[in-house]
């Protein structure tokens, strides 16, 4: 297991050296510059910004340094946020994508988890049925059309709850941002389970522990451990991406997050905070991988001996 | 055909066969151009009467007189045509007659008659029926023409996109596959690597740092949607490696690719029709994303989720602007959504 844990460790290092080096080069050779403002910079000055930041060295010998300063964790200083470095930003916004996205992941996973086990229980009952047009309909549901729905009918018609906004994480303004988080994974998450859950539940070995007259609810609990296998490992990079922030969701409801801050560094040509945001994506991504594994191979003493 | 028998899958093929036709030759028979904006008829909303209607009427002819330099002394209406009043102390302008029919309202003017030397002219003026069955947008334009002449786009970057991602995958998943060993072990390591790049970061700094074009989104999304593709042919092909009919044909002196060709490939394709079908909205549903950011399909061509930002901008002023595209958009994806599920359930021996 530990050796097991190592090797993937390992294999993160050139994964995250891949991330650096694309993300690096991809935007230096794109036209533009970090200090392209709508008024020009008198020459001069442009000159003294691009010596201070360092960016008038050749690009080879910028790409050593910033990996030599990565290597210290250190992400460098922000180019738009005055003052701010990389590392600030990111201690900003990582808790608000992490707040939404773990309430966001709780509530997909526990309403989803749970429909799916409805359904396999009673194939072709109510539950079952509708499941089978709502997974459709949520998955086929895009956050940039639910988002202005929700913020019409919650916030505008029945003035429920705000429109948009962070208000330092207030509980009503996470109500709507939640909800448009997870519902598309609801439907994932239940069409998952169903399969998986249905599969198992037509094998010899709950066949045999149904004829033997076990109960129902101990059948079901044995069937589930298995069922949940391909539910863990969908949840690994679901994990990754609602709690590295979701950059729609962020825009329409203007929160705070690490998607808003990447998509604001890319429009204003802010190199070190679009490769921040891009590691730590990339990082937690890998992580939260690793960890899904992890728990297949607790769920399944099969996986334990293959790795 | 046991995809026949299921109701779902005829109805959503149904739907999804009739929104593409309709995209198809749709913009033909509207009767607008996608691009002509009526601006006397902005934000009309969603209804079936002729327009222009009363309401709309006589504003766009106060605004019309104001340009022609006139005063509107009367405005009689006669079936289809109007008899205006129109009177000015300098003298009438008869070229200034010409913003009638440039206005697009209006058909071509007659004068009937003139007094006062000059200052004052009576003009008929045929009235046009224009249908706007979904409103228009903020600039006037037929929002019906609109949704429609998008969808050509949306459905074409979604086929393509997904042709091209489904081409890379299975190439590469055959070949992983069937050579097996250490190649394959390489390859999928590959894939792997892919698999853990927030690719949908890369897509959105692609599109920011050099300008958005139809060409760089299609290579970016096929670039991102080929590797389920290529893990799910990969996974077929380990198993029909070791069938007999592949063997003989190895023993008949067959090399690797005619191989992959005329054996695996073709083998494959339950699951990757499968898998394709899902794959489409996917393609849709990422195009769309990136243009409602702003990043994809550029003004003057429009695709659902340009539309989409459109309507979500003036959400509050009108509604339908955001309705209709994401009426059609959802459509689309729960369509092929339930028509792939039903693709599946289909192939699948295993259900009953």
Do not use: K
């Amino acid at each position: 297991m530990i050796r097991f844990i190592l090797r993937r460790l390992a294999q993160a290092v050139p994964t995250l050296l891949v991330v650096v080096t694309v993300s690096f080069f991809l935007m230096r050779l794109a036209p533009g510059g970090p200090f392209d403002l709508e008024r020009p910079l008198a020459p001069a000055a442009l000159e003294n910004l691009r010596r201070v930041y360092g960016l008038d060295r050749p690009l080879i010998v910028q790409f050593g340094s910033y990996l030599a300063a990565l290597a210290q964790g250190d992400l460098g200083p922000s180019f738009s946020f005055r003052d701010m470095s990389v590392l600030d930003l990111i201690a900003r916004g990582l808790p608000v994508s992490a707040l939404l996205g773990t309430l966001a992941l709780v509530l997909a996973t526990g309403l989803g988890v749970g429909l799916g086990i409805a359904a396999a229980l009673r194939r072709g009952g109510v539950i079952d049925r509708l499941l089978g047009i709502g997974a459709a309909l949520t998955l086929s549901l895009p956050s940039f059309v639910v988002a202005p729905l929700l913020q019409i009918a919650f916030g505008l018609t029945l003035r429920w709850l705000p429109l948009s906004g962070w208000a330092d994480g207030a509980p009503s303004h996470l109500v709507l941002p939640v909800i448009t988080l997870a519902l598309p994974q609801v439907g994932a998450l239940a069409r998952l389970t169903r399969a998986s859950l249905g599969e198992i539940l037509r094998t010899q070995p709950v066949r045999t522990m149904r004829s033997l007259g076990l109960p129902p609810i101990r059948v079901t609990r044995h069937a589930l451990r298995g069922a949940l296998l391909p539910v863990v490992a969908y949840l690994g990079p679901l994990a990754a991406s609602l709690l590295t922030g979701s950059v729609v969701v962020e825009t329409i409801f203007g929160l705070p997050g690490i998607g808003r801050y990447f998509v604001e560094g890319a429009l204003n040509r802010d190199y070190t905070l679009v490769m921040g945001t891009v590691l730590l994506v990339a990082g937690l991504v890998m992580t939260l991988n690793l960890a899904a594994d992890l728990a297949c191979a607790w769920l399944d003493p099969r996986l334990r001996v293959a790795t | 055909m046991r995809l026949a028998r299921m109701p779902g899958a005829l109805a959503s093929l149904t739907v999804l066969i009739l929104i593409a036709l309709a995209c198809l030759i749709g913009p033909a028979l509207t009767g607008h151009d996608f691009e002509r904006a009526y601006p006397d008829l902005r934000q009309l909303p969603a209804g079936l009467p002729a327009q222009p209607d009363a309401a709309h009427l006589g504003p766009a002819l106060e605004r019309l007189a104001f340009r022609m330099r006139v005063r509107l002394d009367a405005v009689e209406r006669e079936g289809d045509a109007l008899r205006l009043t129109l009177a000015s102390d300098a003298g009438v302008d008869r070229r200034s007659l010409v913003y009638l029919p440039r206005s697009a309202l209006f058909g071509a003017p007659m004068i009937v008659e003139e007094r006062d030397g000059g200052r004052t002219l009576v003009v008929a003026v045929p009235l046009r029926r224009l249908y706007f069955p979904l409103g228009t947008d903020v600039q006037g334009r037929d929002l019906l023409t609109r949704c429609l002449a998008a969808g050509r786009i949306s459905l074409a970057i979604g086929l393509a996109a997904s042709l091209v991602a489904l081409l890379i995958g299975v190439a590469y998943g055959a070949t992983a596959g069937f050579l097996g060993g250490a190649a394959d072990a390489v390859m999928m390591r590959f894939v792997d690597v892919l698999y853990a790049l927030p690719f949908v970061f890369f897509v959105i700094l692609l599109l920011v740092f050099f300008r958005p074009s139809l060409t760089l989104m299609l290579v970016a999304i096929a670039a991102v949607e080929w590797l389920d593709m290529a893990r799910v042919v990969r996974a077929q092909t380990l198993s029909l490696r070791e069938r007999d009919f592949v063997r003989a044909a190895h023993a008949l002196g067959v090399g690797a690719p005619g191989i992959i060709a005329r054996h695996i490939v073709p083998n494959t394709l339950a699951p990757v029709a499968v898998t394709a079908t899902l794959l489409v909205p996917q393609v849709i549903l990422l195009e769309s994303f990136l243009s409602f950011l702003g990043l994809g399909v550029q003004e003057p061509q429009t695709s659902w989720g340009v539309l989409v930002a459109d309507g979500a901008r003036s959400i509050e002023a009108a509604p339908h602007m955001l309705a209709a595209p994401a009426a059609f958009l959802i459509a689309t994806l729960v369509a092929l959504n339930l028509f792939g599920d039903a693709l599946a359930d289909a192939l699948d021996p295993s259900a009953g």
